[in-house]
């Protein structure tokens, strides 16, 4: 079981990224997904996350009109569209998977039993 994430990159304040998480050896579509960032020296956090059917998004509040979760069941697939990128954006991306959370629990790390490696956001002033 893989979660490969990427489209990572170097980006202008103001500008756009797409991350994509690509899951292998796993049925996309049984498993509900999150995005968690990790900037230096701080702790992993909520980004976005959505349920398994693609029905319902949840965003950190921080977040919400700038980040964009989606999911494509058919392609293996969940992105995460990132506009008007900040400085503090800057962190590690992660992609993550989970069989059973439920709506309450679905901005936790807990609920996320499988992980992809990460990929770097790096945003200049």
């Known amino acids: 079981v893989q979660l490969q994430a990427s489209g990572g990159g170097l980006v202008q304040a103001g500008g756009s990224l797409r991350l994509s998480c690509l899951a292998s050896?796993?049925?996309?579509?049984?498993?509900?997904m999150g995005w968690f960032r990790q900037a230096p020296g701080k702790e992993r956090e909520f980004v976005a996350a959505i349920r398994r059917s693609g029905g319902s998004t949840y965003y950190a509040d921080s977040l919400k009109g700038r980040f964009t979760i989606s999911r494509d069941n058919a392609k293996n697939t969940v992105y995460l569209q990132m506009n008007s990128l900040k400085p503090e954006d800057t962190a590690v991306y992660y992609c993550?998977?989970?069989?059973?959370?439920?709506?309450?629990?679905?901005?936790?790390?807990?609920?996320?039993?499988?992980w992809g490696q990460g990929t770097l956001v790096t945003v200049s002033s």
């Open positions: 993550a998977a989970s069989a059973s959370a439920i709506i309450s629990t679905m901005r936790r790390i807990s609920s996320y039993d499988r």
């Open positions: 050896g796993l049925t996309l579509s049984s498993y509900h």
